[in-house]
């Protein structure tokens, strides 16, 4: 199986002289093509901060981040940010979406930028998108109208427009209530089932189950990791029991 993404060795470290503190403290990990995965672990384990040096979000102090192939520590910065616009989606728990311009809109502007010929087309898509999410005829609606269910569902619009290989999603359903959580998750089960990979960072057990593979961090190291069955959309609570058993053994 083809690896999207093999982190060896990372570390990452904040602060300086007696203050500085590796919070990635040699954290390898790899993940496959296709893959959907999760990572938990406390509030400051370095959940977010390993999704960040894993999508060149961030450079790492140490070891080395490979993306679909390519050293991202040895790629300059227009590459990079050009394998992040075209080959990563990013959904974070709240979308950052601009309030002067409705949901169709927000959705389309970073791919309209230095692109406008192609103007329909990428409407044309969007718009296939927010079908397929479910909030098709929200699209005039301003950011402020919306729910935040309606509104994570565009900041996964907008993160599927350039066809990614991966999607990042930090906490992405943090800000919402349990149903609204799990019809996100039915959302990334969807896309993760056309191909594309799936990391989540969580710390709901139940968001975690719907994965294929949890990796879970304490102080800047994967500590453990359980693999699941894929998801069949039936026998949520056993995966569950069997996430939180696994979060008890560990001490998480
Ligand atoms: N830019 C920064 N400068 C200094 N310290 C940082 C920075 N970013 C993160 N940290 C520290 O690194 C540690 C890990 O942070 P990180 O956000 O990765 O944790 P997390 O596991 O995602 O936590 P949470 O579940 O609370 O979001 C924390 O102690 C945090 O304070």
Request: proline fraction near 2%; include cysteine.
């Amino acid at each position: 199986m083809k690896k999207i993404i093999i982190g060896d060795h990372i570390i990452k470290s904040f602060g300086e002289g007696d203050e500085k503190r590796n919070v990635l403290d040699g954290v390898s990990v790899e993940m496959n093509e296709g893959e959907f995965v999760a990572i938990m672990g406390p509030s400051g384990s370095g959940k977010s901060t390993l999704m960040f040096a894993l999508s060149g979000t961030d450079g790492v102090n140490g070891g080395k981040v490979v993306f679909d192939g390519r050293d991202l520590s040895a790629v300059g910065e227009n590459e990079l940010a050009d394998i992040r616009r075209t080959k990563m989606g990013f959904v974070f728990q709240q979308p950052t979406m601009l309030k002067n311009l409705n949901i169709l809109d927000n959705i389309i502007l970073p791919s309209m930028r230095g692109n406008r010929k192609n103007a329909a087309k990428i409407t044309e898509k969007a718009r296939a998108l927010m079908k397929r999410t479910g909030i098709a005829e929200l699209e005039k609606r301003n950011i402020t109208q919306v729910s935040g269910g309606q509104l994570q569902r565009a900041g996964i619009c907008r993160a599927l427009m350039s066809n990614p290989k991966i999607i990042f999603g930090d906490e992405p359903t943090g800000a919402l209530n349990s149903k609204s959580a799990q019809e996100i998750m039915d959302i990334f089960s969807g896309i993760n089932a056309e191909g594309t990979a799936v990391m989540l960072v969580t710390h709901d057990a139940k968001i975690a189950a719907r994965t294929e593979r949890i990796m879970f961090m304490r102080d800047g190291k994967i500590v453990s990791e359980m693999r699941l069955q894929k998801f069949s959309g039936t026998d949520i609570d056993d995966r569950m029991e069997k996430v939180t058993a696994k979060m008890r053994e560990i001490g998480i």
